[in-house]
C-alpha cells in the first residue's frame, strides 16, 4: 500500500511514508534524504501532519505553492449497521449499485474524472484480490463510485466520487450505504476522513462521529 524510507534502517534519524498522493515524515527534516523526499512531491500531493520543523522545511523548499487546507476527523465507532441497512433498504438507487469487477475496473481507469485511483495496490488484480467496491449505473452509465482507497488487516479507507447531475438525490448515501455493510460483514473498520462540506453532510448522516478538525497541505502547481 505505499512505501517506508529511512536515512538509515539500523538507525534512523528520517523517515517518509509515501502511498500514492500521500506524504507523512517523521524525525529530522534536514537531511540530505529529507531535502530529496520533499522535492520529490507532485502538484496536489497531500502533505499530512507530520512531526515538528517538517512544515517549515517543505515551505523553505517550495515557497508560496505550499498550500493549507482543513479535513475533517470521524469516528466509526458508534456506527449502526442496522441503520445504514434501513438507509440502503429505503433508497430508490439499490438496484443500480453493482460490485466493482475486472469490466468496471478497466473503465474506471480510463475516467480520471471519478477520482479511481488503485496505483497504491500495484495492479488491478491486487485491487480486486485485497480491495474491494461499487458504482451506480444508470442507463449502462457510470454516475457514482466508492471503493477502498486502502486496505489493511483491520480497516480501509474510503474515497467517494457522484457525477453532478446525481449529487444531492441520495446517490452518495445509498453507495457509501452498501459500502458499509460490506465492510461490517468483512469485519473491517471503514475509515472516514472528509475534504469538504458535503463529504462532512454524508458521514454525519451515515451515523460516523465527528472528531474534529487539522490541517493538511498541498503543493499548487507552477
Not at 538507525?11 to 527534516?29: E, L, M, R, V
Not at 447531475?165 to 459500502?179: H, P
Amino acid at each position: 500500500m505505499g512505501s517506508v524510507q529511512s536515512d538509515d534502517p539500523g538507525n534512523p534519524k528520517s523517515i517518509c511514508i509515501h502511498s500514492t498522493g500521500f506524504w507523512y515524515f517523521a524525525g529530522d527534516p534536514q537531511t540530505k534524504w529529507s531535502r530529496d523526499w520533499i522535492n520529490n512531491i507532485l502538484p496536489y500531493d497531500l502533505i499530512m501532519p507530520s512531526a515538528p520543523g517538517w512544515m517549515e522545511e517543505i515551505g523553505k523548499i517550495h515557497g508560496e505553492r505550499l498550500m493549507p487546507f482543513t479535513r475533517y476527523s470521524f469516528s466509526a465507532a458508534n456506527l449502526s449497521e442496522t441503520a445504514i441497512n434501513g438507509l440502503l433498504e429505503n433508497s430508490p438507487h439499490k438496484d443500480n449499485i453493482v460490485p466493482i469487477d475486472a469490466s468496471i475496473v478497466d473503465t474506471l481507469r480510463i475516467r480520471s474524472e471519478t477520482g479511481f485511483e488503485i496505483g497504491q495496490f500495484g495492479s488491478p488484480e491486487n485491487f480486486l484480490k485485497h480491495g474491494f467496491g461499487f458504482v451506480y449505473r444508470k442507463e449502462e452509465q457510470i454516475q457514482g463510485v466508492i471503493f477502498t482507497w486502502w486496505v489493511s488487516k483491520k480497516g480501509i479507507e474510503v474515497s467517494i466520487w457522484v457525477a453532478k447531475q446525481q449529487r444531492q438525490r441520495g446517490v452518495a448515501t445509498a453507495l457509501a450505504s452498501r459500502l458499509l455493510l460490506e465492510c461490517f460483514q468483512r469485519g473491517l473498520e471503514p475509515h472516514w476522513d472528509a475534504a469538504n462540506g458535503e463529504s462532512v453532510k454524508l458521514a454525519k448522516k451515515l451515523g460516523y462521529t465527528f472528531t474534529g478538525t487539522y490541517d493538511a497541505f498541498y503543493l499548487e502547481k507552477v
